[in-house]
């Protein structure tokens, strides 16, 4: 296999238009004088399985050009644990702190060594932002334990 | 005399004390981003969509428009100070922007592309004025055998002109058009693809989509990286191009502007591919092609002209015929929507204050653009050394908060999260993002004409072949697909 990135990526596309074909039978493709709601994702499907082969095929035999080069991949998967970490604690510790401790975090991947610098732009960032969307400009943000201080 | 009449109309709109104040901002904005590396227009367009919500929907465009025109100004700064395009459109300014820099030339190129772009931007709003209102009669006429082969062809002209293989953007297009199915079918009301998840009903919304494939995949790829910001040292003084500049690069600027409207227009066509065009055309017809690429000023002009040109009359598929022809327009379409305003033919019967409002903003923003750009150029260079963790942490949050807005669900957070790690494989892997989120937000357009077409027919897919109108676009498209092919067959018959 000369292109390993178009193997795995041509094969996740079939499986997902595999997996669409096959929900869109279930859903009921119909006829064209009479299309039911699986007939235009069943055509989606197809044409994503037909797509991913020719990538697959032009992957194995060379003809694809690109060459992946991945860099220090350790700092976006560390961003991403963060992001993914918000995620789950962001309805309950609410915007401000979730934000606080995830720009801190964020702003320390980046190799921001200052803990001054640190805390002060987290600060900012996460009660200057809400000041800015949920008070000014009126979008909802989660409160979270903050409920308790009655915000 | 209508047009002057509509034209006063849009001004009247556009001169109202808020919508300067948010023409200005979007200048300030999209300059600000083209400036700095690793922040694109889309991403900026759809960081600031939750911003709109409760904003007027004439100064959310003339705010969202603003950014997308403002940023085609700023991009051009980093490439010929850093060597880096600030802004995709603007990669081929460095060949020669970069050059004239290291000549110790840094002001006049920084001059030249300025003015060149104010003098496209003007030239392309007025020609926009002149052809959209003829363009959105005649789509008018447009049944749904059209308005399929018409939105086929957009979708075929983003994977086209996107930079990398065109199967992959053919099959980022289907994908795109899969996740547009999820949620409940428009037609029949039955639920698709949505695994029991009651969050999915209403389908993955476009917001939280495009801030995962544009914002947080952006924000990663440039995490893989050490920052290098080498900025060149330089005077700024005597930013106006010589007189013999001038006489060297007028003509360049005037036919980067014309080409870059032309292109702009095309469903599909934009800032990037127009820039590249405009300076291959300069070389070719150029008495001393052996300067470019050494600090030639007509390789610096009519790029610049081109992609200004563009990124302005890119609107008009938008306004006229309800086709985004790339990422950036396509985010302007999610905020019309979102404010109830579905642009096609009828925008300019049903928002004529919206439709000329935002025309004659574009007027206003490029005065303001140039009063921005050239004067405030030491300004803009100092934004440089802002270092990238500031602005990464503020891009992550503001994804958060526009991802969170969208319906005050926590799930909408982590399916950005889940679509920027997409977008971030996708860009490593050579797959384009843009044809995906086009075919996203086109795909329930298509389904509709589809069906609609196919019924009319009694299921005969000949009415797509029978019709001109729509027979000419698929041809037009079919060419688009399979010319790579064909010259790919002629290439290896010369071979052999």
Known sequence: MKNRIDAVGSLFLFLIGLGAAI??????????????PGFFPFLGGLSLIVFSTIIFLKGRTGQSQKKVVFGDVGRPALLLVVMVVLVGVLDCLGYVIGTFIASGLILRILNVKSWRVLLLTSLCLSIGTYILFDKLLGIELPVGILVRLGL | MDFLVNLIQGFSVALSPWNLFFAAIGAVIGTAIGVLPGLGPPATVALLLPVTYKMDPASATIMLAGIFYGAMYGG???????????????????????????????????????????????????????????????ALKFGPPEYFSLVLLGLMMAVYLSEESIVKGLAMAALGLLLGTVGIDPVHGATRFTFGVSRLLDGFDFVVVAMGL??????????EAPEIRDVFKTSFKGLLPTREDWRRCWASVLRGSFLGFFIGVLPGGGAIISSFISYAVEKRISRHPEQFGKGAIEGVAAPEAANNAASTSSFIPLLTLGI????TIAMIFVALMIHGIRPGPLLLQEYPNLFWGVIASMYIGNIMLLALNLPLI????????????????????????????????????????AFGVMGYLMRKGGFPPAPLILAMILGPILERSVQQSLISSGGNPSIFIEKPISAALLCVAAFLVFTPILKRLWGRRGLT
């Open chain 2, 378 to 417: 030491g300004l803009w260079v100092r934004l440089l050394r802002v270092p990238y963790h500031f602005l990464a942490v503020v891009v992550v949050i503001i994804c958060v908060i526009g991802a969170y807005s969208v319906k005050s669900a926590v799930f909408d957070v982590g399916t950005m999260v």
């Open chain 2, 214 to 223: 544009f914002g947080i995949s952006e924000v990663l790829i440039n995490l």
């Open chain 1, 23 to 36: 929900g869109a039978i279930h859903l009921k493709v119909g006829s064209p004088t009479e299309p039911q």
């Open chain 2, 76 to 138: 051009s700064t980093t490439s010929i100070l850093l060597n880096i395009p600030g802004e995709a459109a603007s990669v081929v300014t460095c060949l020669d922007g970069y050059k004239m820099a290291r000549q110790g030339r840094a002001g006049p190129a920084l001059g030249i592309s300025a003015i060149g772009s104010f003098v496209a931007g003007t030239i392309s709003v007025f020609g926009m004025s002149l052809v959209a209102p003829s363009l959105a009669s005649f």
């Open chain 2, 324 to 327: 985004p022809g790339n990422a």
